[in-house]
């Protein structure tokens, strides 16, 4: 079944509505940190959150559809549960039979160009308080490969430097240095739009692994699937990359291969603040938008779990089933960031197969640093040790922040009788890869709690209201 509405970001304003799935703040918010401030209250609820009176500015922002499952299961309408599934079934009949982006003579996000551009008077959150800006960190990028014209898509966070220069943060290994850097062997920038309030096909055709989806593949194909029809684009004026049909911006940029400029610090998806340091610079070269657009931006955390981490799932999920027996359910951890812990569950019936589980999982999905495997009727063992009982009781009690369709259902009680038989209730294994240096839990605590105290998000704005009774 196609879900159109996933297409376009008023649609899903109407959806969520539609379902009582949104809280309007009327009241006045200010950009700087009050409204990620206030957002951050309805972190892990059933209902996003449109702020329609932002200081200084005509258009509303959007924030929190990601931020529960159980609110982007609606979204997609499909249990919760069945979500990793359903995204695993999308990528694999996208792998066997894509379909294409479709180019349109025009779309709303061309209904007005912007006579000068200014990123600085759009309505671009700063989350954090020691953040070094204001950032898109929801928008898609659409670029071509410079040898081959294979379009690829991804999301990076930018940060708004001025009117025409943004600083952008690409990890390594992504598809867009790869192009970076084979536009700079031919001497040239990397052209690309940057694509602001797209619904969540295009996010997680976006997020999709390179192990899922290699650079010679369109993987916005993958979008085309959680719509049920193909995606559509319009062209820019600029380059040859496209922009989202129907987005709320299409800002068209060059990615610059000889210049860099500093970028950061960015409260990130662990938590924790990345970095200040010399990342990509960006020149913004047009400005398209909606009459009356929608900015998206999300709330990084649990948003970015639910988001990556759905995409993770369904990778290592999709590779896990075609290698090995027994393979049931895979989840990416909130404790793990929704990054870089996995639980898999398997039904075990040789030794063996949640070793394989557990390799398979890593090559999956590179970033993992923990994965668990759990079977619902013994007990646990790691590498070359065993636990006792009293740890997986920890476990079964959520300690690994295991969903509850996934925990261990067996009572403590039993676990003695299931060791006798043999089974495998549940397998971890934590590598620690040459050159990986990982903070110790303690270290990990602390800078959370630092971070925490340092007033990471604005309360007065969240008080203020509060008195007033008018979210
Ligand atoms: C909300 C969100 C924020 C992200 N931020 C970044 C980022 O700042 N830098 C980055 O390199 N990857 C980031 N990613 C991950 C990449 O978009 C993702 O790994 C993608 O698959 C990379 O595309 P590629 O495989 O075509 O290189 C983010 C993903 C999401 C969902």
């Keep these: 079944m196609g879900l159109e509405h996933l297409k376009d970001i008023s649609a899903i304003i109407d959806d969520l509505d539609a379902m009582g799935r949104l809280i309007r703040v009327k009241t006045e918010v200010d950009l700087n940190l009050d409204l990620a401030g206030i957002a951050a209250e309805f972190e892990r609820g059933p209902r996003a959150v449109l702020f329609e009176n932002v200081k200084g500015q005509k258009a509303p922002v959007l924030i929190g559809s990601y931020w529960s499952r159980e609110l982007l299961g609606a979204l997609m309408r499909a249990p919760e549960r069945d979500l990793p599934a359903l995204v695993s079934k999308h990528i694999k009949k996208w792998q066997i039979d894509p379909v294409d982006p479709v180019v349109l003579e025009d779309g709303t996000v061309r209904e007005v160009t912007e006579k000068k551009v200014d990123v600085t008077k759009l309505p671009i959150p700063i989350h954090a308080t020691k953040d070094g800006g ?87 194909g993958i979008a085309s699937e959680f719509h049920g029809e193909a995606v559509e684009l319009v062209a820019s004026d600029l380059s040859e990359s496209e922009m989202v049909a129907h987005a709320m ?40 938008r909606r009459k009356n657009p929608v900015m998206h931006t999300i709330l990084p955390g649990t948003e970015v779990h639910n988001s990556v981490g759905l995409l993770g799932e369904a990778n290592v999920l999709n590779l896990l089933q075609l290698q090995v027996p027994g393979v049931k359910d895979v989840f990416f951890t909130h404790g793990g960031c929704g990054f870089y812990g996995a639980v898999v569950q398997i039904a075990q019936s040789r030794a063996g197969w949640a070793k394989q589980a557990i390799l398979a999982a890593f090559v999956a999905f590179p970033p993992l640093k923990t994965v668990t495997v759990v079977d619902d009727r013994e ?64 270290e990990n605590v602390a800078r959370r709690a630092r971070y925490r105290d340092a007033g990471h998000y604005s309360a007065e704005g969240l008080m203020a209201r509060n008195a007033n009774g008018d979210t």
Aim: with cysteine.
């Design 134 to 220: 204001a950032y898109f960190d929801a928008a898609m990028v659409i670029t071509k490969d410079p040898d081959t014209g294979v379009r690829n898509a991804s999301i990076q966070r930018f940060q708004v430097i001025d009117k025409d220069t943004l600083a952008v943060n690409i990890d390594s290994g992504r598809h867009l240095e790869l192009y970076l850097e084979k536009a700079r062997k031919k001497g040239k920038h990397l052209p690309f739009t940057l694509n602001v309030g797209i619904g969540p096909g295009f996010h997680f055709a976006s997020s999709a692994p390179a192990e899922a989806a290699p650079p010679e593949k369109d993987e916005l």
């Design 249 to 288: 911006y299409g800002l068209e940029c060059e990615l610059l291969s000889d210049q860099v400029h500093m970028e950061g610090p960015f409260a990130e998806v662990t938590g924790c603040y990345a970095g200040h340091a010399a990342r990509g610079m960006v020149k913004v070269k047009r400005i398209h």
């Design 379 to 442: 007990y646990l063992r790691s590498d070359g040790c065993r636990m006792g009982d009293d740890h997986a009781a920890r476990l079964r009690q959520g300690g690994h922040d295991f969903p509850r369709y996934i925990r261990p259902r067996a009572e403590p009680q039993l676990s003695g009788l299931s060791r006798q038989q043999g089974r495998l209730r549940c397998y971890t294994a934590l590598p620690a890869p040459p050159g990986v240096r990982t903070g110790s839990n303690k």
